[in-house]
């Protein structure tokens, strides 16, 4: 909300635009799984735009308007992509597979074992349409909306070679740290 309120200072015309959805969740144990609550949010949302979904344990420096224009160019929604080279954390992850024009081929949550070393970040920008097709499903049961979305809808994955972690574990978060503590000397 105070992002928000910032960037009202600068363009209020974007800010007004801007709805934020908060899960009420404060402890790890009241969390029902992501997944379900995009479900809850979709089925009280009045859909009229396309939908910007970050999780909040992700932090990087890619520009966002990129992602917006691989969106606008593909037509589609569209994901941010990154490759790993550490094949137990792709397993963590995700394994997604593009083909030549980078449409989402596979998609597979926390594969056992993972069919390539790039992964889904949790952003995804999803067009008005695949919204709809989200929120009139009433039995996608996959455990990831893009692994249920790709074979429904073509959904697009943007490489992004920037700075990106997961800090949804110790390790990792210790790792953001070092990453971070440099643009603070």
């Keep these: 909300m105070e992002w928000k309120e910032r960037l009202k200072a600068k363009n209020k015309q974007t800010a007004e635009k801007i709805k934020i959805f908060n899960n009420g969740v404060n402890k790890a144990k009241e969390i029902k799984g992501v997944q379900r609550k995009i479900k809850d949010f979709l089925s009280i949302a009045k859909i009229e735009d396309d939908l910007l979904i970050l999780a909040c344990d992700n932090l990087f420096d890619f ?3 990129r992602l917006i224009s691989f969106k606008k160019e593909k037509n589609s929604s569209s994901v941010v992509i ?7 954390l792709v397993k963590k ?7 030549e024009d980078k449409k989402i081929t596979f998609f597979e949550e926390k594969p056992e074992a993972p ?4 992964v889904s970040v949790f952003c995804y920008l999803i067009k ?3 919204l709809i097709l989200l929120k009139n499903n009433s ?9 249920f979305l790709h074979k429904e809808s073509k959904v697009y994955g943007k490489i992004f070679e920037d700075f990106w ?10 790792l953001a740290e070092e990453h971070f503590k440099s643009f603070s000397n």
């Design 63 to 65: 520009d966002l308007s």
């Design 82 to 88: 990154k490759k790993i080279e550490n094949i137990e």
């Design 93 to 99: 992850y995700s394994s997604v597979l593009l083909d």
């Design 115 to 118: 069919k390539s070393n790039l």
């Design 128 to 130: 008005k349409e695949d």
């Design 139 to 147: 039995d996608f049961s996959c455990r990831n909306i893009i692994e």
């Design 165 to 174: 972690i997961d800090i949804g574990s110790i390790s990792e978060l210790k």
